[in-house]
């Protein structure tokens, strides 16, 4: 088993910024992806920002030129640097890897972008 634990949500302005840092721990073999999705209110989860162990990146059209996504593969996390951040970005932030044909997932952290 993997767990994930996210940090760093919060509460911001519109066009502030916000980092996002997950850390993964237990039975870590070889973890492939790690990323980001996001639920926002009354809507499905999507893809935010992932990151290959390779370091390859897929960011989400909706976010692309305001999110970087960073990765650590010695210590296990991955990052997520937010500019610029709008009112609809205002979500919770699952933090996501996969190991094989395992997928787990974070708790969440609600970030919240409001004036």
């Known amino acids: 088993q993997v767990q994930l634990v996210e940090s760093g949500g919060g509460l911001v302005q519109p066009g502030g910024s916000l980092r996002l840092s997950c850390a993964a721990s237990g039975s870590i073999f070889s973890i492939n992806t790690m990323g980001w999705y996001r639920q926002c209110p009354g809507k499905e989860r999507e893809l935010v920002a992932v990151?290959?162990?390779?370091?390859?990146?897929n960011i989400g059209d909706s976010v692309k030129g305001r999110f970087t996504i960073s990765r650590n593969n010695l210590k296990n996390t991955v990052g997520l640097q937010m500019n610029n951040l709008k009112l609809e970005d205002t979500a919770v932030y699952y933090c996501?890897?996969?190991?094989?044909?395992?997928?787990?997932w974070g708790k969440g952290t609600l970030v919240t972008v409001s004036s």
């Open positions: 990151i290959t162990r390779g370091g390859r990146p």
């Open positions: 996501y890897a996969d190991e094989g044909a395992m997928n787990y």
